[in-house]
T-cell receptor, first 115, second 111 residues
């Protein structure tokens, strides 16, 4: 176990639904990340939070809305998604951003299917 | 454009052989380099990181970095069937706080 948990592990939703993904890290880290992993594509960084403040939004559509209430929890709120948004959504955390060498540790991911 | 390139494979090696995985990157100022292993249906897990030119060994794994040629490789000695997975190369470019990933190389170790 990496100390990063994600729920739910699997999610099927319709295009009109609203759902949320949850990530929690138990490593005492200050930075948290959302990634999208689609088949045959590199991991795509979506959002970065450092000390609860968003430091990166990688041109993600507004139908994805992140929330970071504290350094241990990260949410991704989903609404009016498209079938092409079906992917594995991975959360990661690292000690910080100050050093570019900070290792990121990943959660198990949420497999999302949009019908 | 910050790119990380990997041969998608599949790369097949017999059990006990050395598996060699390669990665090239486009940003010459990149500073940190990581190898992650991802089993099918699972999340990536860190194997090694390397910052300096040369070799870094950890058990059966050796990471090699050549900044002049902009490549980083991972050697797996005495390959085992349990090493069968997709190996992701990740790079932190100059001035960036984030990782850029390659598409991964799928390795199959044949018993």
């Amino acid at each position: 176990e990496t100390g990063v948990t994600q729920t739910p592990r699997h999610l099927v939703m319709g295009m009109t639904n609203k759902k949320s993904l949850k990530c929690e890290q138990h490593l005492g880290h200050n930075a948290m990340y959302w990634y999208k992993q689609s088949a045959k594509k590199p991991l795509e960084l979506m959002f970065v939070y450092n000390f609860k403040e968003q430091t990166e939004n990688n041109s993600v559509p507004s139908r994805f809305s992140p929330e970071c209430p504290n350094s241990s929890h990260l949410f991704l709120h989903l609404h009016t998604l498209q079938p092409e948004d079906s992917a594995l959504y991975l959360c990661a955390s690292s000690h910080g951003l100050a050093e570019s060498s900070d290792t990121q540790y990943f959660g198990p991911g949420t497999r999302l299917t949009v019908l | 454009q910050k790119e990380v390139e990997q041969n998608s494979g599949p790369l097949s090696v017999p059990e006990g052989a050395i598996a060699s995985l390669n990665c090239t990157y486009s940003d010459r100022g990149s500073q940190s380099f990581f190898w992650y292993r991802q089993y099918s249906g699972k999340s990536p897990e860190l194997i090694m990181f390397i910052y300096s030119n040369g070799d870094k060994e950890d058990g059966r794994f050796t990471a090699q970095l050549n900044k002049a040629s902009q490549y980083v490789s991972l050697l797996i000695r005495d390959s085992q069937p349990s090493d069968s997975a997709t190996y992701l190369c990740a790079v932190t470019p100059a001035g960036a706080n984030n990782l850029f990933f390659g598409t991964g190389t799928r390795l199959t170790v044949i018993p």
